[in-house]
């Protein structure tokens, strides 16, 4: 197929994939031929006739797998991001190939070898930091992947990392199906009382576009606290949303629980085989973290306070409710979000709703996160409607430096959709290379609400804060400046990956840049300073909940990782959804984290994020990140240097380096001293 848009670079500035010519029908062939062709040039390294070199045999891995990577990081994006059947077909099929076919090059004990005699005689190599740092990091990945076991074991681990490949796959696809299956129909408008016209056109729309035209739909999100039920004020339909959200994935739609203790058990054989005590060490061991016992300080550190505050808030909430409804009912997971906001509102006049408004997508985008970027950054932001997205929905914008010096490509697909897994992510179209003379392109996926034909998107708070998130792992892609493409960008240790990100949240209320995008979107008029100021009064309310709940799901996935190499098969229990909500009670209970209404924030169920989507054993970096992160916002604000300046340090610093140093050493010569966790503790509200 010499017409397969994938079989060469692309023409397209900054090689953006040639959207317009690539169909279903390319994605295997590519597959297949990027596959050959890879294995190829491992065979031409491994039968190098000269010594191993840095360049005969570094270099040339570098190199390798152009098709294969082209194909996999356009078919990876479309996977979570415009899914149908065919492409399920396609990512149940290709996913195990694919784990066979990074283990024949992980396994190959000839390119093992040369990498190995490279290796040892790295000291007499005359390599600068960054060859340094790539071939050790080379070998260990090889090392960590089996290189070095038996041919029995390798056997069995080709085997693991086959199923496993194929079960994370259908975990995803499955948590697709269900999360779009408990969509809520609702037949009485009476039924949203609570919810503002906005919310209503868009709950309108949704329905008609699954044919369900003259009713309401309320899709969830794939966390367990749905945000709807903030406005939601029938408590039965609260009800409603919360069983169907905490109901993915167990009972009759059981399989991703079953699944989930199955993946959660290869895994703690596979690191076993590698010379783990589990999964939790295994995962771990290259990330900035080290150690279990690292992480489980810091959930050590957190849990208590976190509880304690959330309890407090528990209380506070029941009482609102009680003198409100003259009922003697206990306050349910379902009702904690919307009496959160009457207690908000009460405590501070601030309704959730009456802030959309100001927080119009286009406004927050252009004059808000953009404007942002350039104020601290330097950048500026255009958008090429003359480049297509893989999706109608999907935009195109060109990104510069401050001296007019092109920077790569950004695509925001904000737009939540039936055929889009749910959350929030960034991804990596091209990598940035000076080897390869490669710039960035990069995509931000969200999934907002889309309103009516010819309505306004109007956001909520925690939307603009996924804006300017999500954003953040943009410009950690796009300020990407290294050689190799094994460091590029975002290719840091996990619990290091959000970092960037949380730091960009900062930006959101700072003063001049809120002042900048919060207008209303029909006047135009700014947020009123008193609005502003109760906004900023109640940044910390409901902090004790926020903490649980995150809490509450990374314990949960380091108690699945963390599970010795047996299969609970082997002593007689069958690993179903009740095996599964049995171990997720006991798990969250032998922690310290059970609050009865903040359930966590996701469940064994629906926890893509561990059992589909690679951070398995690492959910904790989201709060390992926000120490770098807290301490990283104080320094911004201290001092009289000018933003831009600090920008400019920031970004040389961390931001460009991407996996070409170890980020926490990069961060405590940035910083002058280790990272402190005081000052999460003080934004949190978990100091005494």
């Not at 390319?26 to 294995?39: I, K, S, V």
């Not at 040892?120 to 005359?126: D, P, T, W």
Request: charged share 25%.
């Amino acid at each position: 197929m010499t017409s397969n848009p994938f079989f060469a670079r692309s023409p397209l500035p900054y090689e953006l994939p040639e959207f317009a010519k690539i169909g279903d029908e390319h994605y295997l062939p590519a597959f297949e031929r990027g596959m050959a062709e890879q294995l190829a040039e491992i065979d031409a390294i491994t039968s190098e006739v000269e010594a191993p070199t840095f360049d005969n045999v570094i270099v040339a891995l570098e190199r390798s797998g152009a098709v294969l990577k082209r194909v996999s990081n356009v078919f990876g994006n479309i996977a979570g991001s415009d899914s149908s059947a065919q492409s399920d077909a396609i990512e149940a099929e290709i996913s195990p190939r694919l784990a066979a076919h990074r283990d024949s090059i992980h396994l190959n004990p000839e390119l093992f070898g040369r990498i190995e005699t490279l290796y040892g005689r790295r000291g007499e190599l005359g390599l600068d930091p960054e060859e340094s740092r790539l071939l050790e990091l080379y070998r260990l990945r090889f090392v960590r992947a089996g290189a070095g076991l038996d041919t029995d074991q390798q056997d069995r681990l080709r085997a693991i990392n086959i199923e496993l490949a194929a079960s994370e796959t259908e975990f995803g696809q499955a948590n697709s199906s269900v999360r779009n299956a408990a969509t809520l129909i609702l037949d009485d408008i009476s039924e949203l009382a609570g919810l503002d016209s906005g919310a209503l056109a868009a709950a309108a729309e949704n329905a008609r576009s699954l044919g369900h035209t003259g009713k309401w739909a309320l899709s969830l999100d794939n966390v367990s606290n749905q945000p709807v039920l903030a406005g939601l004020t029938d408590r039965a339909v609260r009800r409603r949303v919360m069983a169907a959200s905490l109901g993915r994935g167990f009972g009759a739609d059981g399989a991703n629980s079953t699944l989930a203790a199955r993946i959660a058990s290869l895994r703690a054989e596979r690191a076993v085989l590698l010379g783990y005590s589990d999964h939790a060490a295994y995962a771990v061991a290259d990330q900035t973290a080290k150690t279990v016992s690292a992480v489980e300080e810091m959930f050590d550190r957190l849990v208590p306070p976190a509880v304690a505050k959330a309890r407090g808030e528990a209380a506070e909430l029941q009482a609102a409710m009680r003198a409100a409804t003259s009922e003697d009912s206990e306050l349910r997971s379902w009702d904690w979000q919307f009496w959160s906001e009457q207690v908000r509102a009460e405590r501070v006049s601030v309704d959730a709703e009456a802030l959309r408004p100001y927080f119009e997508l286009e406004r927050v985008l252009w004059d808000g996160v953009f404007y942002a970027a350039e104020q601290v950054y330097g950048i500026t932001v255009w958008e090429r409607g003359d480049l297509i997205g893989y999706h109608p929905e999907v935009r195109v914008f060109e990104v510069f430096d401050a001296g007019g010096e092109p920077r790569g490509l950004f695509l925001g697909d904000f737009f939540t959709r039936p055929s889009k897994r749910g959350g929030a992510w960034m991804n990596e179209l091209v990598s940035q290379s000076t080897l390869l003379d490669q710039q960035p392109v990069v995509v931000n996926n969200l999934n907002i609400a889309k309103p009516a034909e010819g309505e306004a998107a109007l956001l909520s708070w925690d939307n603009v804060r996924t804006l300017f998130h999500e954003f953040g792992h943009a410009l950690h892609g796009l300020f990407s400046k290294v050689r190799y493409p094994f460091f590029s960008g975002t290719e840091v240790p996990r619990d290091f990956v959000e970092f960037p990100s949380q730091v960009n949240e900062m930006w959101m209320s700072r003063p001049e840049i809120l002042a900048n995008y919060a207008r209303h979107f029909e006047t135009g008029e700014p947020m009123p300073a008193e609005l502003v100021e109760r906004m900023d009064a109640t940044e910390s309310f409901g902090e004790g909940f926020r903490t649980v709940e995150y809490l509450a799901a990374a314990l949960l996935d380091w108690a699945w990782h963390r599970i010795p190499a047996v299969d609970p098969r082997s002593k007689g229990l069958d690993p179903d959804s009740a095996y599964a909500e049995a171990f997720e009670d006991a798990a969250l209970r032998k922690a310290g984290i059970v609050v009865a209404s903040i359930p966590p924030r996701y469940r064994t169920g629906y926890f893509a994020h561990i059992f589909s989507g690679g951070y398995d054993a690492g959910y904790y970096s989201y709060i390992w990140s926000e120490v770098l992160d807290a301490d990283t916002a104080r320094w911004f604000t201290d001092g009289d240097a000018p933003i831009r300046e600090k920008g400019r340090l920031f970004r040389r610093a961390l931001l460009s380096r991407g996996g070409s140093v170890d980020p926490l050493e990069a961060f405590e010569a940035f910083r002058g001293r280790a990272p402190e966790i005081e000052p999460l503790l003080v934004r949190r509200g978990l100091t005494v």
